[in-house]
């Protein structure tokens, strides 16, 4: 089974608008890590936000948040105001383990335009 | 600039040479991962190195090895080249002990085998 699925191959928003990427995964440790990156035309990869899966709140940073629901075990990305800088390739990552060291497993990602 | 240096940005090469990656982590990580990023197999984790020790290990051909130097740079080498393993390999680093576990990427060597 896949540990991460991210279903949306491609993404288009408006300007200024809210957009919501999706990400499920499959772990059975109890500790786990999730992460978003974000990877530009440029190829680098940026790292976004963080989700431990003991965190009482979702996450937060800036413009990005994670909404994330345990039970169903989805760790959804929330871009507000989209920006043209925002258009990239954005991929969700599981760490097993309690997010210390740890290998990361990646999603196929989902490709973001946004729309002037 | 996420600290992590990776020489060189592109490469190359013909099938059945052999090439070698290196990295650089960023000043006082100890860990260093390889990634391949294709598109056939998306984002696949290589290998694991912490302080100079093997930690974890993925989907690592055996065409593929790499190190750690006491220096705490990585080499990732890969040998008889097919046209499959044309890619972009990046190394990651982390910083030592318990925390978020964030990977810290470098920019890519980018492999073409021709």
């Known amino acids: 089974a896949q540990k991460i699925t991210q279903t949306q191959p491609g993404m288009f928003v408006q300007e200024k608008e809210a957009v919501t990427l999706d990400c499920t995964y499959d772990?059975?440790?109890?500790?786990?890590?999730l992460f978003w990156y974000k990877q530009p035309s440029s190829g680098e990869m940026i790292f976004l936000i963080y989700?431990?899966?003991?965190?009482?709140q979702n996450a937060t940073e800036g413009r990005y948040s994670l909404n994330f629901q345990k039970a169903r075990k989805s760790a959804n990305l929330v871009i507000s105001a989209s920006q043209l800088g925002d258009s990239a390739m954005y991929f969700c990552?599981?760490?097993?383990?309690?997010?210390?060291?740890?290998?990361?497993?990646f999603g196929k990602g989902t490709k973001l335009s946004v729309k002037p | 600039d996420s600290g992590v240096t990776q020489t060189p940005k592109h490469l190359i090469t013909a099938t059945g040479q052999r090439v070698t990656l290196r990295c650089s982590p960023r000043?006082?990580?100890?860990?260093v991962y390889w990634y391949q990023q294709s598109l056939d197999q998306g984002l696949q984790f290589l290998i694991q190195?912490?302080?100079?020790?093997?930690?974890a290990k993925g989907n690592i051909l055996e065409r593929f090895s790499a190190q750690q130097f006491p220096d705490l740079h990585s080499e990732l080498n890969l040998s008889s080249l097919e046209l499959g393993d044309s890619a972009l390999y990046f190394c990651?680093?982390?910083?030592?002990?318990?925390?978020?576990?964030?990977?810290?990427f470098g920019e890519g060597s980018r492999l073409t085998v021709l």
């Open positions: 990552a599981l760490n097993e383990g309690g997010g210390s060291q740890g290998n990361l497993i």
């Open positions: 000043s006082g990580d100890l860990s």
């Open positions: 990651a680093s982390s910083p030592p002990g318990q925390g978020v576990g964030e990977l810290f």
């Open positions: 190195y912490y302080n100079g020790e093997e930690r």
């Open positions: 772990t059975s440790d109890p500790s786990y890590g």
């Open positions: 989700q431990g899966s003991y965190d009482q």
